[in-house]
Nanobody, 126 residues
Framework: VQLQACGGGLVQAGDSLRLSCEAS?????????MGWFRQAPGKEREFVSA????????YYADSMKGRFIISKNDDKNTVYLQMNGLKSDDTGVYYC???????????????????WGKGTQVTVSS
């Protein structure tokens, strides 16, 4: 499975951005759980959000709840991350990931993700 994320950019605090990640190859997209992670400068990669294969279950890191929304469009083989109320702490490289598990594994640090895409840079100026 190949993953291509896009949609990053430079925005001001309080603005919104929507990241997209298109999957290709490998398993049928509708059978994949998907996720977003990010890595801030000098920090380890951290979980942002995840979604089950059906879209029926979603997961968010505490600091993203109420601000970020994850969704997937099986017809377009694409997962989205709508980010609202951006803060300077949201700055980082955002990575899209996919898992062969129908549902991401919250007990696992990386939610059981099997495939990773190249990241897209999000910079939030205060």
């Amino acid at each position: 499975v190949q993953l291509q994320a896009c949609g990053g950019g430079l925005v001001q605090a309080g603005d919104s951005l929507r990241l997209s990640c298109e999957a290709s190859g490998g398993r049928i997209f509708r059978n994949l759980g998907m996720g977003w992670f990010r890595q801030a400068p000098g920090k380890e990669r951290e979980f942002v959000s995840a979604i089950s294969y059906s879209g029926g279950s979603t997961y968010y890191a505490d600091s993203m709840k109420g601000r970020f929304i994850i969704s997937k469009n099986d017809d377009k083989n694409t997962v989205y991350l709508q980010m609202n109320g951006l803060k300077s702490d949201d700055t980082g490289v955002y990575y899209c990931a996919a898992t062969n598990n129908l549902t991401p594994r919250p007990c696992n640090k990386e939610y059981g993700m099997d495939y990773w895409g190249k990241g897209t840079q999000v910079t939030v100026s205060s």
